[in-house]
């Protein structure tokens, strides 16, 4: 299955590249998700993502992630799967920041998070919806072994 994984690095920092595919492409596995997904993951420190968050959200925080997905306005769990499964699916963008990353584990989970929202999973709607996806999460992480 060709899955395209765009990586852009905007710090002076070493970002691991291989490992932030890797995760995103065992995530699928693990989720069976047959079809090519396309998408970008951005790497930015801090004052970026805060000032990203104010234009896009219209919060003065500074997040961990922000994920922008082309299907950002479907249902939970809903992301439109082609019907043939050689169709591209363009998920979206993940915003990463790297002041928030502190080990392996953690940015695994930040990525698989912001999956997770790109693939229509949020947590903002209510408890039930919260506690479903920080399940999912842990039960990827969990089956990745990171």
């Known amino acids: 299955m060709n899955h395209e994984i765009l990586i852009y690095n905007k710090t002076h920092r070493k970002v691991p590249k291989k490992f932030i595919s890797d995760i ?9 998700l047959k079809q090519p997904m396309e998408l970008a993951v951005l790497v930015v420190d801090g004052d970026e993502i805060k000032r990203l968050n104010k234009i896009w959200r ?19 769990g809903e992301v439109k799967f082609a019907k043939k499964q050689n169709r591209v699916l363009e998920l ?3 915003i990463i920041n790297v002041d928030k990353i502190f080990n392996r584990n953690n940015f695994a989970k930040i990525l698989i ?6 693939l229509g999973h949020h947590h903002e709607k209510s408890a039930a919806e919260a506690k479903k ?5 842990k039960r990827i992480l969990k089956n990745l072994k990171v």
């Not at 925080?61 to 950002?72: C, H, I, Q, R, Y």
């Open 24 to 32: 995103i492409l065992r995530t699928f596995d693990f989720l069976k």
């Open 58 to 76: 219209h919060e003065s925080d500074m997040p961990d992630e922000l994920s922008f997905g082309l299907n950002s306005r479907l249902p939970v």
């Open 92 to 94: 979206g963008e993940i």
């Open 113 to 118: 998070h912001s999956l997770l929202h790109l």
């Open 133 to 137: 996806i920080d399940q999912l999460e």
